[in-house]
């Protein structure tokens, strides 16, 4: 099993965060993993995308030439990043800020409005954790549970009080 | 027999390098006398300069290390972290602290780094042969200014007591002047209040210590103290510029 | 000790701590800020100290200071920095005084960029130091090896009192991966370094004799026994610091060399050339000095080319070409300012290359 993932959005979308998440759950599964992020300037604001690779075996090279799974929170990342996808792989798309779909016709494309999910859930900075629990419901790179616990633990203490929001929020496409 | 004088054992039974009419030997007695009086020479640590008193490890008697050039103020801060509860001073003439190393000083008495530093200022580069320094005089022949220092080419003397003294985390700050008895004796006095302020822990402590540089002005001895008494002490005043409560 | 998702930066400083660091000084740069964040709120609590350096030249002399003083000294820099440093780190030679600096490149020259770059090559390993200066330098390919390596260098440093560069560029600094601590050391505090280093300044209380430490020698022949003596430490670090790792080198037509985040991309590389026909392996340096000549026995006559891929315009290749003595055609793949190729550059350029040696 080797799993690569795309995760790409502008700053402060989450997507670092949750590709991050998906890396640490892919550890805690006893899988390797790797998570390299784009850094500089353009994180400031910009674009800001990382890459992830989860695998049952020793992960040579952090860079991938094509990805399984790619994860768009943006418009210009969907144009920039589409045609990395291997056919038959998968594109997330957060339909709540991008307008357009994939050009891509061999690839499952899954469409969610995570920003609009969250915000009806109340929730409205936890549209990565929305993304998140559907990418883990269609693509299966980890399980719930793992997720779920890292969330508890990341929401302790005296953050607790954000902890069922982004329950809610991971749980809505990922019962 | 009453004993009138005995050499401290803080300097080493050697002759110093320095020329006729220096007065780093006499710098370097005072402090290693006040270190005596303290009972600190075995729990202190100098940290010596690029410039004539490189050598200054050969003629006192404690722990010591050399410094890149200008950088001591940076190597005490290290050694501070280290031996919190020791003392530690930095020996520097003024092309090593105001020229090359102007910004390791002002940042180490920003830090408020619970170091002394003793800037010996003679108005130019002896060990390189007698160029101008920052603190060369207006008017001033050296090798790089064969007519005289003028505004024009090199700007006014750099002062730095005056600022040094602006940096609130520096609290003790005075210059003093080795040109006659009387001097040598209150600058001992001001050495002494430095120590014993580092040894507070208040903060960064700074002596400047006029000097002279016979050779390199090209003057006698005594015309060179004559020189210290009229036109440096003119430019730099001798005094204090701060000094924390209750000392 | 369970393993950590953790950030390359955030675990070169934790593997400082764990390795008893006293000290760390640091000026921000690019991409290596999270060495001296991770540092400013976290040695501390392990008993050690941290300053914001003025400069990365205030930072290496405060360094000097402190290990003079008989601490285990950690610095961090990235390429523009470590230039700034040199001048501090063959004086920190000359006085035999032990610090680990590591350097998490960034391409160049001049300010240059701040993406993954190994042009520092040169810079480490030959140095813009004045006079004849040696330093041991390792490069680790993932953060695993970078932590233990890092933890292992203090040792290294105190061994042969000098010091030892941990060359990491800035796509190992900034990516995460699972790392795996050592147990932590002590921190040792004034009165337990005055008794545990001999040499170092702590006051003449504290120790035997008088301790001096010190670099200028202006007679000639003081000078040169100096030296001489710095050379027998080197010839002994040359024995004893190689450090190198062969992958599937003996039946291999195209031998990458390769260091770093480079030999990863040469490893993919070398499966991607298995499926084209072609049987590739990679010599991974992982000391750049010394370098680890002795890894090129292992190639054998069925090897057409030896390929020095670099993320630089070539100058491993220097060392690469020292050590092959002519035995095989040695080419280069380069790429440099910032750009990382892909395997699949990295495998068609090899290929090429492969065909005109053929």
Partial sequence: MKKKMFFAGSGGQGALTIGQMIAKAGMDEGNEVTWLPSYGPEMRGGTANCTVIISDKRISCPLINEADVLVVMNLPSLRKFESMVVPGGMIFINSSIVPETSTRTDVKIIEIPANDKAAEIGNPRAANIVMLGAILAETGCCKKETVKHQIEKMFSGRKEKFLPGNIAALELYCK | MKTVFEPTVGMLPVDTSYCPGCTHGIAHRLIMEVLEEKGELGNTMGVVPIGCSINAHNFMNIDMCESTHGRAPAIASGIRRIHPDRIVFTYQGDGDLASIGAGEIIHAAHRGEKFTTFFINNGIYGMTGGQMAPTTLIGARTTTCVDGRTVEQAGLPLRMCEIISQIDCAVFVERVVLNNPANVRKAKAVIRKAIEIQKAGLGFTFVEILSSCPTNWGLTPVDSLKYVSEDVMDYYPVKNFKTPEGF | ?358
């Fill in chain 3, 1 to 358: 000790m369970s393993k950590v998702l953790m950030m390359g930066n955030e675990a070169f400083a934790e593997a400082a701590i764990r390795a008893g660091c006293n000290c760390y000084f640091g000026y921000p740069i690019t991409p290596q800020n999270e060495v001296p964040e991770y540092m400013s709120h976290e040695l501390h609590k392990a008993g050690g100290s941290f300053i914001q350096a003025e400069s990365e030249l205030a930072a290496v002399n405060m360094a000097y200071g402190a290990a003079a003083a008989g601490g285990r000294v950690f610095i961090s820099t990235s390429s523009p920095g470590f230039a700034l440093m040199q001048e501090g780190l063959g004086f920190i030679c000359s006085c035999e005084v032990p610090i680990v600096a590591m350097n998490v490149s960034r391409g160049g020259p001049g300010v240059g960029g701040i993406q993954p770059g190994q042009a520092d090559y040169f810079q480490v390993t030959r140095g813009g130091y004045n006079g004849d200066v040696k330093i041991p330098v390792f490069a680790p390919a993932n953060i695993q090896e970078s932590v233990d390596l890092i933890y292992e260098a203090f040792d290294i440093a105190e061994k042969y009192r000098n010091p030892v560069v941990i060359f990491a560029d800035g796509m190992l600094g900034q990516m995460m991966e699972p790392v795996e601590f050592p147990p932590a050391k002590p921190i040792k505090g004034s009165d337990e370094i005055s008794k545990d280093v001999p040499w170092a300044i702590t006051g003449t209380d504290h120790h035997e004799g008088r301790n001096v430490v010190f670099s200028l020698r202006l007679q000639p022949d003081v000078l040169e026994n100096h030296v001489l003596h710095m050379f027998e430490k080197y010839a002994e670090a040359e024995k004893e610091l190689v450090r190198y790792k062969n992958i599937n080198v003996e039946d291999a037509e195209i031998v990458f060399v390769a260091f770093g985040t480079m030999a990863r991309i040469c490893v993919e590389a070398c499966e991607l050339l298995e499926e084209k026909g072609v049987k590739a392996g990679v010599i991974r340096p992982i000391s750049l000095w010394p370098f680890p000549n002795a890894a090129f026995d292992a190639i054998t006559d069925k090897t057409k080319i030896v390929i020095s891929t670099e993320l630089s315009m070539g100058q491993m290749i220097e060392d690469v070409r020292t050590a092959v003595a002519g035995r095989w055609p040695v080419s280069l793949i380069s790429r440099t300012g910032g750009i990382v190729p892909t395997s699949i550059e990295v495998m068609e350029r090899a290929l090429k290359a492969l065909e005109e040696v053929k």
